[in-house]
């Protein structure tokens, strides 16, 4: 059964700092992973979806990464902005089912 | 022009009662699904249905049940609410519903069981 982990549960970071969210899963036969931003009262937003194969994937000054043999994903945040606070969730896929999410990092970039 | 609405927004009701979530997706995706964020803000995957298909089921009280009219809707009615209901409930929709796709959500409805 899939289990998805995130760490830390916050994090706070003046604005301009890079950061990294960390994301582990315990099933590791997975040829994918998700990341989304949560904003709050709305609903989930897909930003990135990296393939095993890829290892990596980037969209803006966002960068995920996958590493399936540690069952451990990044997702880089460079020259943070106010406008990045929110949460920020991982989710795996379990075979026969649907994506299983971590419990998310709460982002609060001060300007 | 949204991608995925839900109706509606917020519901507060007493215990005992019925209550229905209405999902659409102009999409034109095959597959939809109802998600259960808890206070602890833990995401659950509850149902998913592709094409009217019921396709995934999890462990979830049979007082709720799922209505897919037509591809692009999928309608969540719980029966006989209860204080545990009380969540944030989130539906989505994907391509084919495969897990290597991106998942498109709507903003989701905040129930309060009184």
């Known amino acids: 059964k899939q289990e998805v982990t995130q760490i830390p549960a916050a994090l706070s970071v003046p604005e301009g700092e890079n950061l990294v969210l960390n994301c582990s899963f315990t099933?590791?036969?997975?040829?994918?992973l998700q990341w989304f931003r949560q904003d709050p009262g709305k609903g989930l937003t897909s930003l990135l979806l990296?393939?095993?194969?890829?290892r990596e994937q980037t969209s803006g000054r966002l960068n995920a990464s996958l590493d399936k043999s540690s069952g451990r994903s990044t997702l880089y945040i460079a020259a943070s902005q106010p406008g990045d606070s929110a949460t920020y969730l991982c989710?795996?896929?379990?075979?026969?089912?649907?994506?299983?999410f971590g419990k998310g990092t709460t982002l609060s970039v001060s300007s | 022009d949204t991608a995925v609405s839900q109706t509606p927004k917020y519901l507060v009701t007493q215990m005992g009662n019925d209550k229905s979530i209405k999902c659409e997706q102009n999409?034109?995706?095959?597959?939809m699904y109802w998600y259960k964020q808890d206070s602890k803000k833990f995401l659950k995957i509850m149902f998913s249905?592709?094409?009217?298909?019921?396709?995934i089921n999890e462990t979830v009280p049979n007082r709720f049940s799922p209505k897919s009219p037509d591809k692009a809707h999928l309608n969540l009615h719980i029966n006989s609410l209860e204080l545990g209901d009380s969540a944030v409930y989130f539906c989505?929709?994907?391509?084919?519903?495969?897990?290597?796709?991106?998942?498109?959500f709507g903003s989701g409805t905040q129930l309060s069981v009184l």
């Open positions: 989505a929709s994907s391509q084919e519903g495969s897990t290597n796709e991106k998942l498109f």
């Open positions: 999409l034109g995706h095959d597959t």
């Open positions: 989710a795996a896929p379990q075979a026969g089912t649907a994506l299983i």
């Open positions: 990296i393939q095993s194969s890829q």
């Open positions: 099933d590791s036969a997975i040829y994918n």
């Open positions: 249905y592709n094409n009217k298909e019921l396709i």
